[in-house]
């Protein structure tokens, strides 16, 4: 400190000294620059999320809408049953020769030459090989349709759509493209007829797995993540809570229940094939439940979710003051009475946001449930737990593995749905925190 003497009235003045005053620059400046680090880090975060959803959407948005053709498709007797035998054979019905009534119906429609075996051939590979089984199932359940002439929308082949959508560049020579020049002509002359025509992808929720891109479809998937949900929730959500309520307020504080939360803490952070491996040697091998089931895949990821719901609920439980505890012992009630009727409805908030977290993050699981079986290839719908079924993301993990260019688009639209269902997730967990939140 330096003395000063003022000249007027002789007084001894104290100054500070400067490095005072560059100490508390010094410290404003490393807390701006804390600031900006810590504004570039969220800034980081946020390009590569962007990136991400960008790549994810521009991509697989084009999966919500698929090409079709309309053709004129004539039921031709002769071709269907030409010995008059579907009265006292039906089977005749199945056994038809459909895929001659969509030749027919396209060299028709596009005014090929018939005897031109290689453009009838380019022709009827426009259409989806899954559009037979379409016919054969409008004739076997309207046997009356025979003789006439109907026009049919069928799904167009998987080149073809990618072609119309435009992610085949189609300015290369033809040799290095699936779609030749003939038929990006008839796809422009069909384009221009109106007979080519892009509609939303309804397939894309109702069908099931299938080998061709133009027809798959995550049908299976959705019923199998229903499935999978609702045994996780009916099981977790009851053994939890019930869990929670016990350590919480009625297990006496010693070594075992500090070794139980200390475990409990550690499955928390357990990786989850782990699980699968368990869900394997238990479930499968010493129970004998079936491979690729729901029931399975449920009882798995009931386990991982456990810990969660566990750690969410005991912190809602010990958030309620101690007060309201206090409040209701001191009018009479028992400690029974006071858990469920004073501490659970007040923490009820926090423990169905922690079950809600919990559920999102089992949706989201891939590898304990590829250890199950249920990464298998199911195309009909599972009636109940037991059958075998998918779920949404061991389907991206099948079509992110096909090696057919239009499973690209499928895969990221897949992707989408599952990021739609576990951003609703997260926003329901959000809106009941808020809703029914207490300020203490």
Do not use: C
Not at 341 to 354: K, R
């Amino acid at each position: 400190m330096t003395n000063i003497v003022s000249p007027v009235a002789g007084v001894t003045v104290s100054k500070a000294p400067a490095r005072r005053d560059i100490g508390i620059k010094r410290r404003y400046a490393a807390e701006r620059r804390f600031q900006a680090y810590g504004i570039a880090a969220i800034a980081f975060g946020l390009v590569f999320l962007f990136i991400l959803l960008w790549t994810v959407i521009s991509n697989g948005y084009t999966a919500f809408l698929q090409t079709s053709i309309t053709l004129p498709i004539e039921f031709s007797e002769k071709t269907i049953d030409p010995d008059n035998k579907r009265a006292t054979d039906p089977s005749v019905l199945v056994a038809a020769n459909y895929p001659v009534l969509l030749r027919d119906a396209i060299v028709k429609q596009l005014g090929i030459n018939a005897a031109s075996r290689p453009d009838v051939r380019d022709a009827s590979a426009m259409l989806s090989k899954g559009a037979p089984i379409q016919l054969r199932d409008m004739v076997v359940a309207d046997p009356s349709i025979i003789g006439k002439t109907v026009n049919i929308t069928v799904l167009a082949d998987a080149n073809i759509d990618s072609a119309n959508k435009g992610q085949i560049n189609l300015s290369v020579d033809e040799k290095n493209r699936k779609v030749n020049d003939k038929q990006v002509a008839w796809m422009n002359e069909l384009k221009a007829s109106g007979a080519l025509h892009k509609t939303f992808n309804t397939g894309l929720f109702v069908n099931g797995n299938s080998s061709r891109p133009e027809a798959a479809g995550l049908g299976v998937a959705l019923i199998g993540s229903l499935y999978l949900m609702l045994i996780v929730l009916v099981l977790s959500l009851p053994i939890g809570v019930a869990a929670s309520i016990y350590l919480e307020e009625f297990a006496p504080k010693n070594k075992l229940t500090d070794l139980i939360e200390v475990n409990i803490n550690n499955l928390a952070a357990v990786p989850s094939i782990v699980y699968g491996l368990l869900g394997l040697s238990v479930f499968i091998n010493f129970a004998g439940l079936p491979r690729s089931a729901p029931l399975v895949g449920g009882l798995v990821l009931t386990l991982m979710t456990l810990p969660t719901i566990i750690i969410a609920t005991r912190a809602a439980l010990r958030a309620v003051p101690p007060s309201i505890r206090a409040a209701a012992l001191g009018l009479g009630a028992s400690k029974m009475q006071m858990v469920f009727h004073h501490v659970l409805p007040l923490a009820m908030p926090g423990i169905l946001t922690g079950t809600i977290i919990g559920l999102a993050h089992a949706l989201g699981e891939t590898a304990p449930l590829l250890l199950i079986g249920m990464v298998a290839f199911v195309a009909q719908a599972p009636s109940s737990p037991l059958d075998p079924s998918t779920a949404l993301p061991v389907q991206v993990y099948m079509w992110a593995n096909e090696a057919e260019r239009a499973f690209v688009e499928r895969t990221s639209g897949a992707i989408i749905v599952l990021l739609l269902f576990l951003i609703v997730m997260n926003m329901g967990a959000i809106l009941l925190r808020r809703r029914f939140e207490r300020r203490w």
